[in-house]
DNA sequence: ACTACGCAAAGTGTATACACATCAATTGGG
DNA sequence: CCCAATTGATGTGTATACACTTTGCGTAGT
C-alpha cells in the first residue's frame, strides 16, 4: 500500500500481482545490471529476505522472469540466472532482424496508425536536428539511444501482433543487448543507421512491404556486424565491457 | 510420490515444480483442446477443487502457461485465455515462417549434428516411403503429420539456440496451428511438402545457408496460403472447424 | 424511474507453516 | 585408506489462513 509502483503495463507477456511485480522489476534489474552473476542459483528465502517480502511474490516474480527467458528453472531446484554466452548474444540480432523485419512488412501492408506515425516522424525529426551539426559531443549519444529506441518502439506497436511484439521484446532484452544503447560510438555509423531508419520508414509510407522488410533485416544485420567487429578487436569477455555501450538503432 | 509424471523436460522455458507441471499440462491440454473458450476467466479456487490441488500449484501452472503466451494476466483479475483472432492465427505463420528460416541457416552454417542427421534421414525415407505409392489411403495423413513433426524438430535441434528453438514452439503452439496437422489433405500438396522438405535438407548438407533460410520461408508461407485458401472458401470461423485438420508440414 | 452510494460476496494477493527432495558431510564398514 | 550409507542441514513444493481488491446487487435519495 505505502509503495509507489508503475504498473503501466497491463496484460502484456506473464506480469504477476502488485507486490510482485515489483519484486519482478527488481530482479530484472538486478539480473540485466549484472548484480547477480550468469548461472547463478537464485535463493527464495534469501531474496524474500532482503526484499522484505515473502517467499510466494518472490516465486511469482522469478517464473514470470523464467517466462521472459531471462531465467532457468529445474523441479526442485529452483532458479538460476540464464547463460547467455557470446554465440547466443550474437544469434540474438539475427533473430531478431527476422522479426522486426516481418513487423515492418506488417506495417507497411497495413498502413501505420496516425499515431505511430507522428512518434516516428518526430523521432526522425529529432535525429536529423541532432545530426546536422556533423559531429557528436558528450551527452548527444544518450539523447540519440532514446531516440533510437522510440523509432523501434513506434514500428513496434505499428504491427498490431502481441506474439510479434513480445518476441522482439524478449530479443532485446537479451542481457548486454538492450536497444537502446548503442555499439558504434563513430558519428558516421550513426548517421548510416539513421539514414536507414529514415529509408524503412518511407518504405513503410509507401507500402512497399518486401523492401521495408529488406531493409529492416540488413539495418539490425548491419548492428551485429558491428558488435562482432567490436569484440574482435578487443578480446575481453564483454560481460562487464559492454554494459555501457551495448547495441544499436 | 504417488503421481507418475513425465518430467521430461527439464529446463526449457518456465517449468514449474512437481505437481504444478501436471496441473500446467492438464490445463495446456484444456486450453488447446477448447474446452475453455478464448477470452474466458480461470478461477482458481475453481481450478484446485477440479484437480483436487491448492491453489498454490494452480497459480504457479497458470503463472508458467501465461509465460508461454496462452493466458493472460490483469492484476487483482487473474487470468483469461488469451484470444488469438483469426488475422493472429495467420501472422503467426509468417513469424514461424521468418523464425525457422533462421533457423535452417544457422544449421547450414553450422553443419548438422550426426543424430539430427540421422533422424532427418529417417524423417525422409519414411516420407519417401508412403508418398511412391502415388495415392493417400486411410491413416496415411495421421503418418505423414508425425514424419512431419520430427522433421521440423529435428532441425530445431540442430541450430542449439534455445531462444529461438523456444519461439518456434510457442508458433507452434497459438490454438489451432500445431505443427504435426496437415491443412490440405491432396496428394499432390503433400507431395510438393515433402519435395521442399528434401530440397532443404539438401541444401542444409550443402552449407548453403541463405538458400536452406529461403526454401523453408518459402515452405511456411506455402503452408499459410493454403489455409487461407482453405479459410476462404469456407467462410466458418475455424474455432472448431480446423480442429482436425489444423496447419501443416 | 434513475442515479449514486454502500455493503456484501466472490476472488485474488500475501504470509506462514509444514512436507518433501536434494546435497554434503560425517561416520561406519570393508 | 577408501568407498558407501545415513543423517543432518539447506531449500524447494504445497497447503492453508487471512488481507485486500474488485464487482455486483440492493437500497436510499433525488
Redesign the pocket.
Known amino acids: 500500500?505505502t509503495e509507489l509502483i508503475d504498473q503501466t503495463e497491463s496484460s502484456a507477456g506473464a506480469r504477476?500481482?502488485?507486490?510482485?511485480?515489483?519484486?519482478m522489476d527488481r530482479l530484472r534489474e538486478a539480473i540485466l545490471g549484472g548484480a547477480v552473476a550468469a548461472g547463478e542459483?537464485?535463493?527464495?528465502?534469501?531474496l524474500?529476505k532482503t526484499l522484505?517480502?515473502?517467499?510466494?511474490?518472490?516465486?511469482?516474480a522469478l517464473q514470470a522472469l523464467a517466462g521472459e527467458g531471462l531465467l532457468d528453472?529445474?523441479?526442485?531446484?529452483?532458479?538460476t540466472v540464464r547463460e547467455f554466452p557470446l554465440p547466443a548474444i550474437v544469434d540474438a540480432y539475427d533473430i531478431r532482424a527476422a522479426l522486426e523485419g516481418v513487423a515492418v512488412r506488417f506495417a507497411a501492408e497495413r498502413g501505420l496508425p496516425a499515431k505511430e506515425r507522428e512518434i516516428i516522424e518526430r523521432a526522425l525529426a529529432a535525429g536529423d536536428k541532432l545530426l546536422e551539426r556533423g559531429s557528436f559531443e558528450a551527452g548527444d549519444l544518450t539523447i540519440y539511444r532514446d531516440i533510437n529506441g522510440d523509432f523501434h518502439d513506434a514500428l513496434l506497436a505499428a504491427t498490431g501482433n502481441r506474439m510479434l511484439s513480445e518476441m522482439i521484446r524478449i530479443c532485446h532484452h537479451v542481457p548486454v543487448s538492450s536497444t537502446r544503447n548503442i555499439v558504434v560510438f563513430e558519428y558516421h555509423d550513426v548517421r548510416r543507421r539513421h539514414d536507414d531508419h529514415h529509408r524503412i520508414f518511407q518504405a513503410v509510407l509507401a507500402r512497399e512491404p518486401w523492401r521495408a522488410e529488406m531493409l529492416m533485416r540488413e539495418h539490425v544485420a548491419s548492428i551485429k556486424t558491428s558488435l562482432v567487429g567490436y569484440l574482435s578487436e578487443r578480446k575481453t569477455y564483454p560481460s562487464a565491457a559492454l554494459q555501457p555501450a551495448g547495441d544499436g538503432p
Open positions: 500500500m504477476v500481482g502488485n507486490r510482485a511485480l515489483s519484486v542459483r537464485l535463493n527464495e528465502v534469501q524474500s522484505s517480502v515473502s517467499r510466494t511474490p518472490v516465486r511469482a528453472y529445474a523441479p526442485n531446484r529452483g532458479f
